[in-house]
């Protein structure tokens, strides 16, 4: 065989390693969801966060080695890896290994919320596949706290330990998906719960609050039951006739969506609070009963960018 022949079998050779390398690689993702996600950092941390998972489900207690052993390659400048039993324990903290075995269960934010208590909560709920919370925490070396958005993942060790694994962005972008979550499950609740659930989808330690975002709830009428932009009541606001910055009614569009769909997307503008130049939010809304009469729940966020 001549050169000419072996470069071509080099040729062909590279190209099936490559592709056995690309497509084994991204095969352990085939029944990980990304789609709902707009922004490749989220992608890439649920992915992180996935691979941890799979390590412990399948080496068990002894994966704990391999992630203490090989920690720097467990925290970046972006995101770290931490495990926790369920009832709040922390066995492995990629980024502040002085957590290690402290049961950090009842640890506040400084918003006072529970992150640890808010992402075992998390787990339980299927409109959250992969467990997001939102909270405020310290960055590594750093003295002040910082957004976070933290997805979760829970695993059985083949020991049989009930284990989660979880990793948090900081500073994230703010995804449609995370509005979805908590809209969803808030109308659910009022289903279930009526009037009662009110208090706790107001309360800010709650997860229906972080950062610039509320669950908001309004009656048929758009009489306010948990206002969308302060606590407490609301007399005399209408917020189903209120328009943006261009003259559009963001609530009276979604509600004409509603009446053939189960929820509804609306975009609209606003006034950025730094720039005080326009910019685009987006309304999610969906009807629900609480008490046996219609209500309307809701969030807005920013319109997530190119990714």
Known sequence: MGFAGHKDIFFYLCIFLSSLFLFGCESRYDELDLSMYQYRDTKNLVKFVYDASLILKKDGMKGIGHFRKNRDEY????YYLYIYDMDGNNIYHAGMKELEN?????????????????????????ANPHSWVHYSWWEPGKFYPVPKSSCHFRVKTPEGRELFVGGGLNYPHEEKEFIRIIVDDAASVLKKRGRAALEDISDPRQHYNYRDVRVFVLESDGTVLISPIMGGSVSGINFLECTDEVGHKPFVNALEKLKTEGSAWEIFMAKNRYKR???????????????????????????PGPP
């Open 102 to 126: 402290t049961n950090l269960i009842d640890i506040t934010d400084k918003d006072g919320k529970k992150p640890v208590k808010l992402a075992i909560e998390s787990l339980q709920n299927p």
């Open 75 to 78: 925290i970046t400048k972006d």
């Open 277 to 303: 130049d326009l910019v685009k939010k987006c309304l999610y809304l969906r009807k629900t009963t609480m008490d046996g009469e219609d209500v309307y729940v809701g969030a807005i966020t920013d319109l």
